[in-house]
């Protein structure tokens, strides 16, 4: 079974600067995709980045960029000049490529605060 | 992008109530639709899986039948849960699938409070 690990409940960056966020996760599967998932006080999820295996490049997204090393099956997070808004509950998720299987498998969370 | 929409953001009922949750896509039709949910600063947990036109699918410890999903068009999806009781009062989201697009979206969620 696949799982979803984020180490860090919360981390804490100040304005302007840089901070990444960790996900590592295990699975025996080949062809999937991950997600970055932002959540904020209003509890709606929104999809900040994703990342298909097949691809060896970074995505990236703006501010946000990700660190994809697929042999250590680490999805780090990266955002850049952070800003107010980026304060929220950020979700790391695992999706496999299977053809009519959009299962999501989440981690547990990170807790990002934003200092001004 | 695609929307989901899900109603209502939040509700209070009874304990022994029954209470019924919507998740729509507005401008694309979802052959799959997720139930997810989240207890207070926890993770997304998949409740079930539901599939237009036919029954859903649960994740292992869910109860079929205190959780009644239907999926009766490619717009629309419902939790009912049935016979309330307070250990049931969660944050309850949606999300479905685009047939055309890699992710998923997700509703703005229900808050569920059973008093």
């Known amino acids: 079974a696949q799982t979803v690990t984020q180490s860090q409940p919360e981390m804490s960056v100040q304005e302007a600067e840089t901070v990444t966020l960790s996900c590592t996760y295990d699975?025996?599967?080949?062809?999937?995709?991950l997600f970055w998932y932002k959540q904020p006080p209003s509890r709606q999820m929104i999809l900040v980045i994703r990342?298909?295996?097949?691809?060896?490049q970074n995505a990236t997204e703006n501010r946000f960029s990700v660190n994809f090393q697929k042999a250590a099956k680490s999805f780090s997070l990266k955002i850049s000049d952070s800003q107010l808004g980026d304060a929220a509950m950020y979700f790391c998720a695992y999706r496999s490529g299977g053809s009519g299987t959009y299962k999501y498998i989440f981690g547990t969370g990170t807790r990002l605060k934003v200092l001004a | 992008g695609a929307v989901v929409s899900q109603h209502p953001s939040w509700v209070i009922c009874k304990s022994g109530t029954s209470v019924k949750i919507e998740c729509r896509s507005l401008d694309f039709q979802a052959t799959t639709m997720f139930w997810y949910r989240q207890f207070p600063k926890q993770s997304l947990m998949l409740m079930a899986t539901?599939?237009?036109?036919?029954?859903?699918?649960?994740e292992q410890g869910v109860e079929k039948d205190k959780f009644l999903i239907n999926h009766a068009s490619l717009t629309l999806s419902t939790l009912t849960v049935t016979s309330a009781h307070p250990e049931d009062s969660s944050f309850y989201i949606c999300?479905?699938?685009?047939?055309?697009?890699?992710?998923?979206?997700f509703g703005q969620g229900t808050r569920l409070t059973v008093v």
């Open positions: 990342q298909e295996a097949y691809k060896q």
């Open positions: 539901s599939n237009e036109g036919s029954k859903a699918t649960y």
């Open positions: 699975t025996s599967e080949s062809d999937y995709y």
């Open positions: 999300s479905a699938r685009d047939g055309r697009a890699t992710e998923a979206f």
